[in-house]
């Protein structure tokens, strides 16, 4: 699960057959913390709502029921109509919204969905989510590109490196299987230290919602700067220092390496790309 943040509001993005679907109820909480359940009911009151669910539906979705979702347009508007997310969905067999339970439960629509919705709650709210909602896709797409997925490749040939010394110079025979796995970790870790400043669960607890490892969410520069780590920790653990003294010297590694990617950044990759 994403999140994006909208003048400071916090909207959860799930993915599902690789489709985003974003929380309706995170967007309505903006209207209403306490109740937003109620704010997609009255949403979903509005006929000219329900008429562009049905087009929307029509266009996106053969098995949408056109007669049960022509009931529902003509009682849109009358006192006595009430609608929630579960009975549209199940009556129209409609896919552009989704309820879910448990922990991240709430009601999710199709991005288009969303925005349409958000603009009902307020045209200055609906900008923000778009913007950030931009900021998110590009990420993904630089996350995708051909530079990031080269290094991330690079940094785990690189690993082999690293983890052949930790064979060497900290596994005996002597140790158990569990011991040998906690010396890997212990390392990795090393390696996460000086460079993010966290371990590998200290990252997962502060990102439940994200898929992968902290490596997997690192930029370029990271990477790059991260199969430089590897074999530098290599070369200091066959000179046999200490963990804290390798921590120190890979932190001040990496801190001087990436301070001097994050200024020529732009022209590295203008000249890689000419090679």
């Known amino acids: 699960m994403a999140k994006i943040q909208a003048n400071g509001k916090d909207i959860s993005i799930v993915t599902a057959n690789n489709t985003d679907l974003i929380s309706i109820t995170d967007i309505a909480k903006h209207q209403n913390s306490d109740a937003p359940a109620d704010v997609i ?93 931009q900021r998110l896709k590009k990420e993904e797409a630089y996350k995708n590109s051909l530079d990031w997925q080269t290094n ?38 090393l390696l996460n230290m000086a460079l993010y400043g966290m371990t590998a669960k200290q990252w997962q607890e502060q990102h439940p919602e994200k898929q992968g490892n902290i490596r997997d969410h690192s930029s370029i520069e990271q990477l790059m700067v991260l199969n430089n780590l590897q074999t530098i920790n290599a070369e200091l653990l066959r000179k046999k220092l200490s963990s804290s003294e390798r921590l120190a010297e890979l932190n001040r590694i990496a801190l001087k390496q990436q301070q001097i990617l994050l200024k020529n950044n732009q022209k590295a990759l203008n000249e890689l790309k000419k090679l």
């Open 41 to 133: 009911k009255n949403w979903l009151r509005n006929r000219n709502t329900l008429e562009f669910l049905g087009t929307w539906e029509k266009i996106n979705n053969p098995d949408f029921k056109l007669v049960e979702f022509d009931q529902f347009k003509n009682e849109a508007g009358l006192n006595s109509f009430v609608m929630s997310p579960k009975k549209w969905i199940e009556t129209t067999n409609a896919i552009g919204l989704t309820s879910k339970s448990g922990r991240y439960g709430g009601t999710y629509a199709y991005s288009d969905i969303a925005f349409e919705f958000a603009s009902w709650i307020s045209p200055e709210f609906k900008l923000y989510i778009i913007q950030d909602y």
């Open 152 to 189: 991330r490749f690079i940094s785990k040939l690189n690993y082999s490196i690293h983890t052949d010394a930790i064979q060497q110079y900290l596994i005996t025979p002597k140790l158990s299987p569990q011991q040998i796995g906690y010396a890997y970790a212990s390392e990795a870790d």
